[in-house]
């Protein structure tokens, strides 16, 4: 694979299905870094003293891709060595 191959890619989804940390991760693999970093959110038992049952998001899906995409446009500037992202969510009864 050249270079031109394994050109920076952003992967941005909104899901109400369970995510997968395989199948996001496998998305920013590239054999022209060594490393992936991954932030795994999980939904604490309590907050402010109380228990937490469950956590429900809701977004405004096109405008919530256009952040991010921003964020990610962001990240390479600041950072231009990094290659693929990855930004994930959970939307709905978690």
Not at 64 to 83: F, G, L, M, N, Y
């Amino acid at each position: 694979m050249d270079e031109s191959e394994d050109m920076p890619k952003d992967f941005i989804k909104l899901k109400s299905e369970k995510l997968s940390v395989d199948e996001v991760s496998e998305l920013v693999v590239s054999p022209y870094c060594g490393a992936v970093s991954l932030f795994i959110g999980t939904t604490r038992n309590n907050f402010e003293g109380k228990k937490v049952i469950h956590l429900e998001y809701e977004a405004y899906t096109s405008m919530a891709e256009t952040e991010i995409t921003k964020i990610c446009r962001d990240v390479r500037q600041k950072w231009p060595s990094v290659k693929h992202i990855a930004v994930y969510h959970r939307l709905g009864y978690v």
